[in-house]
């Protein structure tokens, strides 16, 4: 993992220059830099306009006391783009607004999600061996055959947390 994140950190700088320079090759340095500055604007407002919607729907659902996975999901994803949008480059722009442009991010927040799903399926449950088994289970209401001596007894030699109760926590009877 680390050897695939120093190839991002030095492949994308790299593919962001190389782009910048046939575009400024094609159009001119003055309208690159002009269009660089113009997407980063265009980005920001886009960034906060979504930020602050999904933040709302965020507060919303936990004031409705529901899970806010999907403004969860969402949040991450305008996150991402965001910090790409910040990314000076043409590339990292394109991707940036695809993740923050509402229409676009929900098919992002889809792949997040199955890609999230798919990790804790493969990491957290051992590759997938240990979310397949599963254990069954049965309890029965046992008491005690014969009561015990002294009631005050058993109290002073164990604990209150580890003295044997009915189901619905009432003490044993005689």
Same mark, same amino acid.
């Given at each position: 993992?680390?050897?695939?994140?120093? %190839?991002? *950190?030095?492949?994308?700088?790299?593919?962001?220059?190389? +782009?910048?320079?046939?575009?400024?090759?094609?159009?001119?340095?003055?309208?690159?830099?002009?269009?660089?500055?113009?997407?980063?604007?265009?980005?920001?407002? *886009? %960034?906060?306009?979504?930020?602050?919607?999904?933040?709302?729907?965020?507060?919303?659902?936990?004031?409705?006391?529901?899970?806010?996975?999907?403004?969860?999901?969402?949040?991450?994803?305008?996150?991402?783009?965001?910090?790409?949008? %910040?990314? $000076?480059? +043409?590339?990292?722009? &394109?991707?940036? %607004?695809?993740?923050? +442009? $509402?229409?676009?991010?929900? &098919?992002?927040?889809?792949? *997040?999600?199955?890609?999230?799903?798919?990790?804790?399926?493969?990491?957290?449950?051992?590759?997938?061996?240990?979310?397949?088994?599963?254990?069954?289970?049965?309890?029965?209401?046992?008491?005690?055959?014969?009561?015990?001596?002294?009631?005050?007894?058993?109290?002073?030699?164990?604990?209150?947390?580890?003295? $044997?109760?009915?189901?619905?926590?009432?003490?044993?009877?005689?």
């Amino acid at each position: 993992m680390p050897g695939l994140l120093a %190839l991002v *950190l030095l492949v994308v700088p790299l593919a962001e220059l190389w +782009f910048i320079l046939q575009v400024a090759e094609r159009i001119g340095i003055f309208e690159t830099v002009i269009s660089l500055i113009l997407v980063a604007v265009v980005g920001t407002w *886009l %960034l906060v306009r979504e930020g602050r919607a999904t933040w709302t729907r965020l507060r919303a659902a936990i004031a409705r006391g529901e899970m806010p996975t999907n403004e969860l999901a969402e949040g991450a994803t305008i996150l991402v783009g965001g910090a790409l949008l %910040l990314t $000076p480059g +043409f590339l990292t722009d &394109v991707v940036g %607004l695809l993740l923050v +442009f $509402p229409i676009t991010r929900i &098919v992002a927040t889809r792949w *997040l999600r199955r890609g999230v799903g798919w990790w804790a399926g493969t990491k957290v449950a051992g590759g997938g061996r240990a979310a397949k088994v599963v254990y069954t289970t049965t309890a029965a209401n046992v008491r005690r055959k014969s009561p015990t001596p002294d009631p005050q007894s058993s109290a002073r030699t164990l604990p209150s947390s580890q003295r $044997p109760n009915d189901e619905d926590d009432s003490p044993d009877k005689a």
